[in-house]
DNA sequence: GCCGGTCGTCGAAGCGCTTCGACACTCTCA
DNA sequence: TGAGAGTGTCGAAGCGCTTCGACGACCGGC
């Protein structure tokens, strides 16, 4: 409309008040009466002011941004992280904030750089690792953060996942109501364990408990990626286990290899084999035949992270650990 | 270090200069001495200074922050948004930016804010369509913006992408060099199509085109994502021509389906049948067997984004059309 | 009819930085 | 030796906003 950047005070002056009670209208800090309020208001949409976001940012010492940290691995999780980026821009908008889209790359050297120059009042760090090098740095930083992963040592954070011992024990719970006696898990590949991923370590614990729990047979492998080698490993534990009747498949990745090698041994699913997988909605409602999965709630967690970080900023208590319900949804494959 | 945030005055006194020698000091916008420098440079270091990003933003009228525009629709293409994104961030921090990332959600109204409101220099839209209701914006913004991939009419904006066209030739060049006669190109889903989104329409243009300079014989024809539509495209359209002997596949969520359909079919790859994948690598390289495929630079593709958004800035004349060549890395499929 | 208490509004003081003009030097060349 | 041209540094004026204290206007209670 006008000629350029509209200021509060050209808002000011066009509704006939001071610049102070424009401001106070927009935070809502001071009562004003309903008649001045609705001035000021047709003032902003005639003028089509925008309040600028360096100004407010100085002079109330919150930038209404806050950061979110990518992974330091990119690792099998692509897909996923961009679920968790979306609902997080999303839920942050809701708040009236905005997202800061942070790589590993600086390394925690960016953290502290966002945080010091107060680009972000707080942070949220994504797929956090069991020994994670930006932890000791949330530490010590004056900004909230929330972690979506759990690190080695939690205590003092904030951190938001799903329960994925649950998921691995719902998994194994749910074969075992379908009378599977002897089933088995195939996970992450084996270089995942080794850097002590928390997710993957945790879904294999859970897994496992629940074999016992409910007397069942069963083992956990690691999965690779690669089609020939997927095929390998489904090919060798269907010889090792002729008992074998069920899988849960924790390998987004793997899950259609999985699947054509079946087909290719000649296994029948749900047949001869039935499987679950731990993976996002759309790949298992994509895959031949649809499976059963324990879905992978992106949105949620990543909503619920903004939830926990903006009440950290208000100054509200928040629990240290907050773990998500996995919820299974039964398909064709079981 | 010190008792919380450390202003440009402090480093000033502990440097025995002006708030002003300071400023040049960082901007390298004025001359000073060597000598100067170095003790303004120890005493930030010394103070841990990083200067206020809201309080620059005022002062200098650039935030330098860029903002990241997500596509509209999701879509099948997660894992390569995901890399332009982190591309796009590490080009930005090269050139001394951040990246604000906004989702869709909010739509055209979400990018007139961040641009008003001064929280961004400029704009880069990821997964631009033919007929996108962001793009009129864009062209009375006063921000330079730059579209990953094309609008119907790009007259004026600043676009750049893989050279899609180019991409479906070269595919049908390789197959016509290893003697194929008989092709087709198996693409996006019907309603990709529908919704006229430009990769898979230029995909399909360049294919065709390059059918008719070698004077093969071939189809192009849209293709789902489940299992069970896929395998019914693949039995059908071998059923129904007997010669064709090479396919082209221009969907990376139907790739390792294709695979499993031409082994249920008993086609070998790449004896039987050849296969060119049009995908990023790492979904080439895990299919089995690995794909021969054009890949989608996601890096270069951010980056030279990210170059073009900077010059604009610089107030640099930029190319209104920036198209990649593609790349065919040969594997085991055909 | 006067006093204390809201209520609604205003003016001004910063927030931490950039940038402009000024100014004191030091060189260089006639 | 003095004018002219650089250098290197400083002080001060904003940038557009929030927030604090101040201050009329109006209320009810005695």
């Given at each position: 409309m006008s000629g350029r950047t509209v200021t509060i005070a050209q808002v000011a002056k066009h509704a006939g008040v001071a610049v102070s009670t424009v401001s106070y209208v927009l935070s809502g800090k001071r009562t004003i009466s309903a008649d001045t309020r609705r001035r000021v208001l047709d003032s902003i949409s005639a003028l089509g002011y925008h309040p600028n976001a360096g100004a407010r940012a100085l002079a109330?010492?919150?930038?209404?941004v806050i950061a979110l940290v990518l992974p330091l691995r990119a690792g099998m999780h692509v897909p996923v992280l961009m679920r968790f980026a979306s609902a997080v821009v999303t839920a942050a908008r809701r708040f009236d904030h905005d997202v800061l889209l942070l790589t590993?790359?600086?390394?925690p050297e960016g953290i502290r750089r966002v945080a010091a120059s107060a680009l972000v009042d707080a942070l949220v760090l994504m797929d956090?690792?069991?020994?994670?090098?930006?932890v000791p740095l949330l530490r010590e930083l004056a900004e909230p953060s929330v972690l979506i992963g759990f690190p080695a040592e939690p205590a003092g954070l904030t951190c938001v996942d799903l329960d994925f011992a649950a998921a691995g024990a719902r998994c194994v719970e749910h074969l075992a109501e379908r009378g599977h006696e002897e089933i088995a898990l195939l996970g992450a590949p084996s270089v995942v364990y080794d850097r002590g991923t928390g997710f993957a370590t945790r879904t294999r614990e859970g897994f496992a408990r629940a074999l016992d729990a409910h007397g069942l047979k069963g083992v956990t492998l690691p999965c690779e990626e690669t089609f020939d080698e997927v095929y390998e490993t489904v090919r060798d534990l269907l010889l090792d286990r002729p008992g074998l009747s069920g899988l849960v498949v924790h390998n987004e990745a793997a899950v259609s290899h999985v699947l054509a090698a079946l087909r290719q041994l000649d296994?029948?699913?749900?047949?001869d084999v039935a499987v679950v997988a731990i993976c996002p909605d759309d790949v298992a409602e994509r895959a031949g035949p649809p499976l059963t999965s324990v879905l992978i709630p992106a949105e949620e967690v990543g909503r619920e992270a903004v939830r926990l970080v903006m009440d950290k900023l208000e100054g509200r208590a928040v629990p240290e650990s907050t773990l998500l319900t996995p919820l299974l949804a039964v398909r064709a494959s079981t």
């Open positions: 109330s010492k919150r930038s209404n590993a790359d600086e390394g956090v690792e069991l020994d994670d090098r930006r296994r029948r699913v749900p047949h």
